[in-house]
């Protein structure tokens, strides 16, 4: 019987000239042959990408930003027109029937209340910087582990089928070393070919059962978790996204936010010494002084206090909080430039990994090992043992060409971080051709 019979080879050959997109039955037969290990007794709770993506707002740092920045986009932050109130009362020489009582207000420059009220609101406005930082964060932990489980079961798919091609291998080696027909070195090779197999196939069985802890603990569910992929955007439609794609904007980026804020904040606290040190009006004062008798007829008086702004109070503070306004705007500048040749240097790597894959993929497609494994089928006298080593270069062809399609799929992600599409305030499924908006 040929292997490939108890694996739907022809079902996967088939399904590799469609994009290499492959059906979810078709996993599902291996999942179930080896699942008993890890998930026994465990109920099966099918989902989508797009459920799972949807998990990130009910991480716990996530919930608490958005709850303090609710509750801080509710309260009004007009700040104060005073710097201080005072009210003061003294006697005369210790004569209680003589008082006097004085009220006095040191007021804000109008510079300085408007600068201390847009820094304000500029440090309310910086927790929206740091929920898009948590909320891309999320994402990118969910799109890893997404792509990745899909690549784990593709390639434990692909390590079965060549588990079952050595172990058919091995059998007619034997049957020829029986036959004193073959050297023994090739087949304890093979043996040793199997023994990796096998080890492999059970460190696949241990990540897949790590990755299924983290998604149970994602959806709040004790059922193992079945991911449905037959809406995964395939490596095609990566490129389209790609291409698609706006010029690059250093201002989604969450951390270009948060050094652009911080720049503005020093800007601000430099401003706010100025006015401190420019403003003119010092104080207004009120007194009031008479007996405990004679407050009908008091003694009134009002003053004024003038500051001359010819010696600046605090010179090395003033100093200091401009340089760090300066370095501040170095720090941005040096920032956006960095993430620009990131963003730049991802795309690029990205362009060159999908020309690689299409390559490869076109040449499997064109290569003679499939045809001449065809060939070999269609004849009447079939040499068993060259049909299963074809077989097995044909799977170990496929193996490269899964390889080089995961690392497609990994800068893809990383490039999706990078490019900030993923902290914008209505996220999309950027694993699906779709492109549907992930919020509900």
Known sequence: MNPFDLIGFDSFHASQKNGLKWSWKLFSFFILAQSTQFAFGQQTQAVSILTVLRTYTQDSLFQQIQRTQSWADQRQWKGSRLREMEFRTETDKFDL?????????????????????????????????NLSQRQAILLEARYHLVTKQYFSL????????????????????????????????????????????????????????????VFQRWMQTNDS??????????????????????????????EVQMAAQEVEERYLEWEIDQSKNNRWIDFLQARVRGDDMGFIQPEFSIGLGLQLP????????????????????????????????????????LLAQIDRWERLHNRLETGLTAKTLDMLRQQEKLDGLALVQLEEQLLLQQMILLETEQRVYEVYVQWLYLSG???GQSPRNYLSSRLEFIAP
């Open 97 to 129: 029937s003589q008082q006097e009582f004085t009220f006095r207000l040191s007021p804000r420059s109008r510079k300085e209340y408007r600068y201390q009220r847009d820094r304000d609101q500029l440090r309310i406005s910086s927790l929206h910087s």
């Open 154 to 213: 593709r390639r434990y798919e692909l390590k079965g089928a060549m588990k079952k091609i050595v172990e058919e291998k091995i059998n007619f080696l034997a049957l020829r070393f029986g036959e004193l027909k073959l050297d023994p070195v090739d087949l304890a090779k093979s043996e040793t070919d199997l023994f990796e197999l096998e080890s492999d196939v059970d460190q696949l069985l241990l990540e897949l059962k790590s990755d299924d802890e």
């Open 225 to 254: 978790v079945e991911l449905n992929f037959d809406a995964l955007v395939t490596v095609q439609e990566i490129k389209v996204i790609l291409l698609r794609t706006a010029q690059f904007e250093a201002s989604l980026i969450p």
């Open 310 to 349: 010819l010696v600046r109070e605090n010179r090395n503070q003033y100093a200091i909080n401009e340089l760090q306004w300066r370095m501040a705007k170095t720090n941005l500048t040096q920032l956006i430039e960095q993430n620009e040749s990131e963003e730049l240097t991802f795309r690029n790597k």
């Open 421 to 423: 599409l993923l902290s």
